[in-house]
C-alpha cells in the first residue's frame, strides 16, 4: 500500500523540512546502536539507516515499486523471531490500518535489548490542528501527511509500548512553525518559532522520533522440592550452632 501523495511531497520544501529534520536526528541516534541486523519499516525513499555501522541493514515495503527494498506485509514481517537489533518504523504507525499488529510483529523479531526508533506527525501540535480542521474529503485531496487515519499521540504511544515490554528511553519534538508550503516561510520568517519551541513548548513540535528498548524481565530458576531439600542440606553449619567436638574435630584435621 503506497502512501498518496508522498512521492510529490518529500521533494516540496515542505517534504524537505520535515524529511532533513527527521533525519539528522536518526542519523545522531543510530550511530551508537550496535548489533548485527537492523531494518527500517517502510518510506523506502529515504534511507534511515545511512549511520548505522551494523553489517547487515534492509529496508522493507508493502509494494515492489521500491527497488532494492524486500516487499513484505508489515503485519507479517517474513523476519525470524528475535533476530533483529534495530528497527526504524518511519510514518508508519500513522498511515497504515493495523499499527497494534505492526507493533507487535516489531516486538516479535527483535532481540532483547534490540532498540525501536518511531517517528510520527503529533496532534497536540499546528500541523495537527490544521488536520483536525479538515473535513475527511479535504484529506484526501491534500494528500499526504494530511491523508493520514489518524495521528498518533506520544502518549498514547508510550502506552501501547508499555503493554509490549518496551521502555521508552528518550524522545524529541521538532518543527514548530506552521504548515506553511513556502520555503520563505518556513526557514526565514518562522524560524523565531523553532527556537521559542524548543525552550517553552517543546511538547508542541509538529513531528517527533520516539525511542524505545525492548525489555525482557530476569529468569529465576524454580527447583524441584526434592533438590531444594538436598541443597538446604549440603549447606556448610555456621560456627555459631557447631558443637565444641566439632570445632576439635575441624582443627586436628587441618
Not at 15 to 23: N, S
Not at 87 to 110: D, K
Not at 147 to 167: C, I, M, Q, T
Amino acid at each position: 500500500m503506497s502512501i498518496p501523495g508522498l512521492e510529490v511531497w518529500q521533494h516540496t520544501p515542505q517534504g524537505r523540512y520535515v524529511l532533513d529534520w527527521e533525519a539528522a536526528r536518526l542519523d545522531a541516534a543510530v550511530a551508537d546502536v550496535f548489533g548485527f541486523k537492523a531494518l527500517q519499516i517502510g518510506l523506502p525513499e529515504r534511507d534511515f539507516l545511512r549511520a548505522n555501522r551494523m553489517p547487515l541493514r534492509q529496508i522493507l515495503n508493502d509494494s515492489l515499486d521500491a527497488p532494492g527494498a524486500l516487499a513484505c506485509a508489515f503485519t507479517h514481517l517474513p523476519i525470524a523471531a528475535q533476530s533483529v537489533d534495530l528497527a526504524i518504523l518511519p510514518h508508519v504507525l500513522e498511515f497504515y490500518p493495523e499499527p497494534h499488529q505492526i507493533l507487535r510483529e516489531v516486538e516479535r523479531i527483535l532481540r532483547p535489548e534490540g532498540h525501536l526508533f518511531i517517528l510520527g506527525f503529533n496532534p497536540l501540535s499546528l500541523w495537527g490542528a490544521r488536520r483536525r480542521l479538515m473535513s475527511a474529503a479535504t484529506r484526501q485531496q491534500q494528500g499526504f501527511p494530511w491523508n493520514a487515519p489518524h495521528y498518533l499521540s506520544v502518549l498514547r504511544l508510550k502506552d501501547w509500548l508499555k503493554l509490549l515490554g518496551f521502555e521508552v528511553d528518550r524522545g524529541a519534538f521538532g518543527l514548530y512553525a506552521p504548515p506553511c508550503k513556502s520555503e520563505q516561510w518556513l526557514l526565514k520568517r518562522w524560524h523565531f518559532m523553532e527556537l521559542a519551541g524548543n525552550r517553552w513548548w517543546g511538547f508542541a513540535g509538529s513531528v517527533y522520533m520516539l525511542r524505545a528498548v525492548k525489555r525482557v524481565a530476569g529468569m529465576h530458576l524454580i527447583l524441584p522440592a526434592w533438590e531444594r531439600r538436598n541443597l538446604a542440606g549440603k549447606a556448610l553449619t555456621p560456627v555459631a550452632h557447631k558443637t565444641h567436638r566439632e570445632v576439635q574435630y575441624e582443627r586436628t584435621a587441618v
